[in-house]
């Protein structure tokens, strides 16, 4: 049987998160015995990003209370197979900064962003039940200065093409608005 997969594609403060979060809420309200799980990616490598980790947590336990959290910033595809079931939502979020742990890690050597992206896929393709990722858009503005930026726009880009063949349904966020592009045949 197969799930429906949907990626959320959007800019900073676009509301992915929030239409994420949504269809979580959703899901959790349609049966009583329906399970649903963020994967949570982000690494609070600074102050301020400990401060905006810890304010997610709390705005999500009061939009979603029944969504448990993950934190799992790089075994992405493992985690996906682990959670996933039929009676279970998995929401990744997200994408981006998955692929930034794995790139451009701050110790140790940086993962392929070729590699990362077929085990993310495999896992979509193998997941038995619905999952709902959420990523950034940003190759939409100009060409960023630097070697290393270039390559992740395009590793990201690269990323979210083969994710979103992978998935049923693909909206693009922008002002807090869903624009469909791609549904379920």
């Known amino acids: 049987m197969r799930f429906e997969r949907e990626l959320i594609l959007g800019g900073q403060k676009s509301g992915k998160s929030r239409r994420a979060e949504m269809a979580a809420a959703a899901w959790l309200a349609a049966d009583a015995a329906r399970d649903a799980v963020l994967i949570a990616t982000a690494q609070p490598h ?13 705005d999500r336990a009061a939009r979603v209370p029944g969504l448990r959290t993950v934190e799992e910033p790089l075994a992405l595809p493992g985690t996906i197979a682990a959670l996933s079931a039929p009676g279970t939502l998995v929401v990744v979020d997200c994408l981006t900064l998955w692929l930034t742990n794995l790139t451009m890690p701050l110790h140790g050597a940086p993962a392929d962003a070729d590699d990362a992206a077929a085990s993310l896929v495999a896992a979509l393709h193998d997941a038995r039940g619905p999952v709902v990722l959420v990523g950034n858009e940003i190759g939409l503005g100009v060409i960023p200065l630097g070697r290393e930026v270039r390559a992740f726009v395009d590793a990201l880009g690269q990323l979210n093409q083969a994710v979103a063949a992978a998935c049923d349904r693909v909206t693009l966020m922008a002002a807090g608005l869903p624009l469909t592009l791609k549904e379920p045949a």
Do not use: K
């Not at 600074?46 to 709390?58: F, G, N």
């Open 46 to 58: 600074d102050a301020e990003m400990h401060e905006r980790i810890a304010r997610h947590r709390v």
